[in-house]
């Protein structure tokens, strides 16, 4: 297959994909590339022995990626005909979820703005780490925004990055990296020492994903302040990458981000209330398209435009 017949394939199962992703969304848990993923890290976590578990976890952590990677490589080799670009087009899509974080994040939003904040607590454990037990509007607010924004970078562009760096196999395999991450990349007991590796491989995989970020909701949002707020805040979140996505965010909506005892991103600026959800949604929704847009374009060889060059490409 040539190069341009692969730039066309490239991107007919990107817009696939994204298509399966708004108009049906997640599939059945039956289904899912990404649920089997954690079934097979829970049974190799379930396998792992009393003694040199950061060596199990880092051997685990290669072989979930790796056989992430041979499903993208062997659908990637089918996906000129109909039946293998529809099944590249379903992993693809496993790998990244927009419909989900925006309407998730939205549903929430809506919550606190009808005051049934007992209601928005609940539903903020599914983006969420931290106790909302006790989050008032504003800081229940501040979750969501910042969940949304650092959700953005693993949950949308690192997988976009990938596809675009290394193709299919790429995506699966980042998403393999940070499903690790998110079953055993914790520095408590027990997965301190087994979750090593997948902690370290996934600070490593949204490195440049994480820094782009802060260019492209400074894009979204035609903010200075995305820019500003987020050169000068990112190092005080813990996390190495999700600093930059979230102080960003910050700026864009001039909203002062905090998770008490951890960090205060935006100082200066005024609380945040249950509206600036829905901009943060927006925010990141135009974000994601920009994203999209920017993979088309890396795609097609360096000669075309995005419009003729796409024209061109097609079989």
């Not at 670009?85 to 927009?98: C, D, E, N, P, Q």
């Not at 959700?151 to 193709?167: E, R, T």
């Not at 492209?216 to 805040?233: K, N």
């Amino acid at each position: 297959m040539g190069h341009r017949d692969e730039a066309a394939l490239m991107i007919e199962v990107l817009l696939l994909a994204i298509a399966i992703d708004l108009l049906i969304g997640e599939p059945p848990a039956a289904i899912h590339p990404v649920v089997w993923m954690g079934r097979l890290i829970s049974f190799l976590y379930r396998c792992a022995p009393k003694g040199k578990r950061r060596l199990y976890g880092a051997l685990m952590a290669v072989s979930c990626i790796t056989a992430s990677a041979l499903i993208g490589i062997a659908s990637a080799y089918f996906a000129d005909t109909v039946p293998g670009m529809l099944v590249s087009a379903f992993l693809l899509k496993s790998t990244f979820s927009i419909r989900m974080l925006l309407g998730t994040a939205g549903s929430i939003g809506r919550e606190l703005e009808a005051g049934k904040i007992e209601a928005a607590r609940k539903s903020l454990l599914a983006l969420v780490g931290r106790d909302t037990s006790n989050l008032d509007t504003s800081l229940a607010s501040s979750a969501v925004i910042e969940s949304t924004a650092e959700n953005f970078v693993d949950g949308i562009l690192s997988p976009l990055f990938y596809f675009v760096l290394l193709g299919l196999p790429g995506a699966l395999a980042f998403r393999a990296v940070n499903t690790l991450d998110s079953m055993v990349g914790y520095r408590r007991e027990p997965f301190r020492e087994i979750g090593y590796a997948s902690a370290k491989l996934d600070d490593a995989a949204n490195f440049i994903p994480g820094r782009l970020s802060l260019l492209f909701i400074a894009l979204a949002s035609a903010s200075g302040g995305a820019l500003r707020t987020g050169l000068r805040d990112h190092a005080l979140s813990p996390s190495p990458n999700s600093g930059w996505s979230m102080s960003a965010m910050a700026g864009a909506l001039g909203v002062r981000l905090e998770k008490v005892g951890y960090y205060v991103l935006g100082a200066g600026y005024r609380e945040p209330v249950p509206k600036d959800i829905k901009r943060a949604v927006t925010t990141t929704g135009l974000a994601s398209a920009a994203a999209v847009a920017s993979v088309i374009a890396a795609a097609l060889p360096p000669t075309h435009s995005i419009l003729t060059g796409y024209v061109q490409v097609m079989p």
